[in-house]
């Protein structure tokens, strides 16, 4: 599945909204939200400096709304951009990171500091959440090598963890394993069964 075509399933679907980060598997996509952030230099929103393993690390993000017919992109309704501006305490030593991503919901339903947040938490996942899915899933191994594959599978993994570190548990691998033998759990836990307010207690 292309992430276009992830799109249209996640909107058409499942009635949700995305946020997506374009990487370099979307060149075109990726070139044009650059353009267009090229010349805008001022942010729409920028976070608190935060400090944290010895660095202190600022955020910033712009947000446009001008690329939605322009870029041809399934459902798309704000384009951003969001640099991290990264100094290490001890050695004085910046770097610039920068991102650039699409989203379903326009500027009504997400703002640039809700935009910035939700990326905010998808880094710490993406993150946190490595080792725990070469552990369960034996990912570093996996035998899905070829087109999206590789890409897709991560993230249905990241997901996956996502979903179940969410409620809290204390063990996810313990967790993935009730799961594995019980698909009525599953559902369950995606909210797509009556028994879906019954979740907690099985956690």
């Known amino acids: 599945m292309t992430q276009r075509e992830l799109a249209n399933y996640i909107v058409n679907e499942r009635q949700a909204d995305y946020y997506f980060t374009v990487k370099g598997n979307q060149p075109q996509l990726r070139e044009d939200i650059s353009f267009h952030f090229k010349d805008k230099k001022e942010a729409d ?3 608190k ?3 944290d393993h010895g660095r202190i690390e600022v955020r910033k993000i712009r947000t446009t709304t001008e690329l939605n017919e322009y870029v041809k992109f399934p459902h798309v309704r704000q384009a951003f951009t969001i640099e991290r501006h990264i100094t290490d305490k001890k050695s004085g030593k910046s770097s610039t990171e920068v991102v650039y991503g699409i989203t379903s919901k326009g500027p009504e339903q997400a703002n640039a500091e809700h935009i910035l947040n939700v990326n905010r938490g998808h880094w710490s996942i993406e993150n946190s959440c490595h080792y725990i899915i070469d552990w ?5 191994r996996s035998r899905i090598r070829t087109g999206y594959g590789p890409e897709n599978i991560t993230r249905l993994r990241r997901f996956a963890v996502g979903i179940i570190k969410s409620k809290g548990v204390r063990s996810v691998a313990e967790q993935i394993r009730k799961l594995d033998h019980n698909v ?3 559902f369950d836990y995606l909210r797509m069964s009556k028994n879906s307010a019954h ?3 099985m956690t």
């Open 49 to 51: 400096p935060s400090c």
């Open 184 to 186: 009525r759990m599953v």
């Open 45 to 47: 929103f920028t976070d």
């Open 199 to 201: 979740t907690k207690a």
């Open 136 to 140: 369960n899933y034996d990912e570093d």
